[in-house]
């Protein structure tokens, strides 16, 4: 129950793997009397820019640019590229420092240019540019969910990296391919396809880099064989022959 009284139901996020609720119906008979509306923003409390609500996840028009620092941080987490150091401070320093403007900078950064940053000596440089540079080997599905695509989550990207098996796969599927892959429906799916063009720039920074854009273990499904023909029996002009057909 929410804070003004409302039944609300658990369903299954796509986006965190668990159960997320949703507000089916108030519960007059519980209400004090005590309660307060809650004030829908109509603006980013981030920016101030304007809000898409076009989706249940409502967010800033701005996406990944409004918060930059969330973005970075969340792909570089545990579940995602992995990147141990990162701190949120360190990624903001980046940032102010203009060396990185989205997550996939990071592989990109000399040594020069972190030992420049303040507080950051010769050993804490090596162990996050060690770090970095480990998190290129990360699996499809760990790179794909760092990406942050709406409606994917952990698991979503897992089923999609072994589905396809490679970035290009992915990127090269429409709408009806996206929707093969297990818990992706009709509504999403196109979601999906246009967060991946939204995403191309920074995707193909990522395969310069040297990121891995494969599932380890996936191999492309065999080809159907080719159907053999069917030798032509042939002709005989004698009508007493077994093989005999009239001619044309």
Known sequence: MNLTGNITSPRNSTVTGSASPRVEA???HLRTGAEQPIAIPQVCPSCGDAIDASQER????????CRAIAS?????GRDQLDIEGLAENRIQQLLD??????FADLFYLTREQVLGLERMGATSTDNLLAAIERAKAQPLSRVFCALGVRGTGRSMSRR??????????????DAEAIQAVEGIGEEK???VVAELVELADLIDKLVKAGVTMTEPGWSHPPSP????????????????????????
Request: proline share 13%; net charge positive.
């Open 225 to 248: 064989a080719p159907t053999p023909r069917r030798a032509a029996r042939p002709s005989c002009r004698w009508p007493g022959c077994p093989s005999w057909s009239p001619a044309r």
């Open 97 to 102: 420092a203009g060396l990185i403007a989205d």
């Open 58 to 65: 409502w967010r800033c028009v701005r996406g990944r640019a």
């Open 189 to 191: 799916s196109p979601v």
């Open 72 to 76: 970075i941080g969340y792909a570089a």
């Open 26 to 28: 108030p519960v007059v």
């Open 160 to 173: 999609i990296a072994r589905h396809f098996g490679s970035m290009d796969a992915v990127r090269a599927a």
